[in-house]
């Protein structure tokens, strides 16, 4: 929602090039809340007004607009005011926005920026999407391990305007390779020793990612350890730059989005829902649907070819929406489980036989369940004649205890074998699992009846 509470006031100093008073405008606030009072102002009219703030608030503000104002701005405007904002912006978010601008303007504007900014682009934007060398950042405090305690306190203060955080100092030797850490902190609490070598308080035991590593493996690190930042290095242990938490949780909304998507059998989306056009959403969908669509037509053939079984005793037809829906939802559960426990870092391929027994031990505890509520349902609704067939009542309880069975086990293995074959777990969809379980229930279902009927 468009917040227009300055607006007026906002035109009126362009339209009076009130300068001091869009500086105060643009320093007053916080830039997140200057970023959304100047959401109704056109291109024009938010770049005039940036052009007031000094270059460091500047590039705060700018950061908080929407990424297509973001590239709204820097595509229309001029091109040489644009690499001066674009050389200031932190090296993974100038990633991140130059990614999507035309080869042509892109070349001309990092013909613009300085040398080592535009180095430090192409040698960031060479990495995979998904990568921890995506999301990282080259910005990050770096020493060499024979400085003393004064000698880094004294070089952090003459480049700390140039670090994404000083909270973690990465030690290093001569060749970059990561030799240790030592935190702000301990820098402080060591000022009583001042000639003390970094190296004699450096920790060495150091969570590390490489740089082609999976940035949900990476936020999974940084989570089950608690850190403001990781570093990212590559194959010799050389560091490249640091992953910092507010990338983190970038990267897990990101992976959160994509796992809700394809357990909702929807292939996930590259913009937000209402920027994605309608022939793209409705590929994304309809190609899923297709193939549970092939899922039901191979559960109505299973119906056809017992269709003689189902003619003699009517009344199992009944129950087939029980059965299936029975399955499928047992199925589901567990699928949703095994994926957010594999996604979290809760259960790994290691643990699969302790997985698989406690999916069996529930789906016994449910299905018996499930099957206690089958057989009251069967005397209700079970044609009886002269007397209650008790044989008859029993295939519905039967089913539904070795349908649940099916559906734990089935829910609890395909997302462990999607990952054994190195795919998204979050692939084996819940309506994938429960299309899959609606053929097992069938052949299960009718195959009871007849063992039990004849």
Same mark, same amino acid.
């Given at each position: ?56 608030? !500047? ?58 900014? !535009? ?33 880094? &306190? ?23 390779? $990561? ?5 702000? !902190? ?51 242990? !050389? ?58 037509? $191979?559960?109505?053939?299973?119906? $056809? ?64 369940? $499930? ?7 069967? &005397? ?35 997302? &462990? ?38």
């Amino acid at each position: 929602m468009i917040n227009t509470l300055f607006l007026p006031e906002l035109r009126e100093m362009l339209a009076t090039n009130n300068e001091q008073e869009m500086r105060e405008f643009c320093s007053a606030l916080h830039p997140a809340r200057t970023a959304e009072f100047m959401e109704g102002l056109g291109n024009e009219e938010s770049w005039e007004v940036l052009e007031h703030a000094d270059v460091e608030t !500047r590039v705060e503000i700018f950061s908080y607009f929407d990424a297509d104002k973001q590239h709204e701005l820097l595509t229309t405007q001029n091109i040489d005011q644009v690499a001066e904002l674009v050389a200031e912006i932190a090296p993974d978010d100038r990633v991140d926005i130059l990614q999507n601008f035309e080869p042509e303007l892109l070349a001309n504007l990092l013909e613009r920026l300085p040398t080592d900014e !535009r180095r430090d682009f192409l040698r960031l934007s060479q990495y995979p999407e998904g990568t921890a060398g995506a999301v990282m950042t080259s910005e990050f405090a770096k020493l060499s391990e024979t400085l003393t305690i004064n000698e880094a &306190l004294n070089e952090i203060g003459r480049q700390s305007e140039e670090y994404e955080t000083i909270y973690y100092l990465y030690i290093v030797d001569a060749e970059d390779h $990561l030799r240790g850490l030592v935190s702000a !902190r301990q820098l402080l609490a060591g000022m009583k020793q001042p000639n003390t070598q970094l190296h004699e308080i450096m920790e060495t035991d150091l969570v590390s990612a490489n740089v082609m590593e999976d940035q949900e493996d990476v936020a999974n690190k940084v989570a089950r350890m608690d850190l403001l930042a990781i570093p990212v290095v590559d194959d010799e242990h !050389r560091m490249l730059g640091i992953v910092t938490h507010d990338d983190i949780i970038d990267v897990v909304r990101e992976e959160a989005t994509e796992d809700a998507h394809r357990i909702a059998a929807v292939d996930p989306l590259d913009d937000t829902y209402l920027k994605t056009s309608i022939i793209t959403l409705s590929w994304k969908r309809g190609m899923w649907l297709a193939i549970l669509f092939f899922f039901a037509l $191979l559960t109505a053939m299973v119906m $056809l070819e017992y269709e003689k079984t189902l003619e003699r005793w009517v009344w199992l037809v009944l129950f087939i929406p029980l059965v299936i829906s029975s399955g499928g939802n047992s199925g589901s559960q567990s699928a949703t489980l095994i994926i957010t426990a594999l996604s979290r870092g809760h259960i790994t391929l290691a643990d699969w036989i302790r997985v698989v027994l406690r999916e069996l031990s529930m789906g016994l505890l449910l299905g018996s369940g $499930l099957a206690l509520m089958g057989f009251f349902a069967s &005397l209700l609704l079970v044609p009886n004649g002269e007397g209650i067939n008790w044989l008859a009542m029993c295939v519905v309880p039967i089913t539904l205890l070795f349908v649940t069975i099916s559906g734990t086990l089935t829910g609890s293995i395909l997302p &462990l074998a999607f990952e054994r074959l190195g795919w998204d777990p979050a692939m084996m969809s819940n309506p994938f699992v429960a299309g899959i379980i609606d053929i097992l229930g069938i052949l299960i279902y009718v195959n009871v009846a007849l063992f039990i009927l004849t």
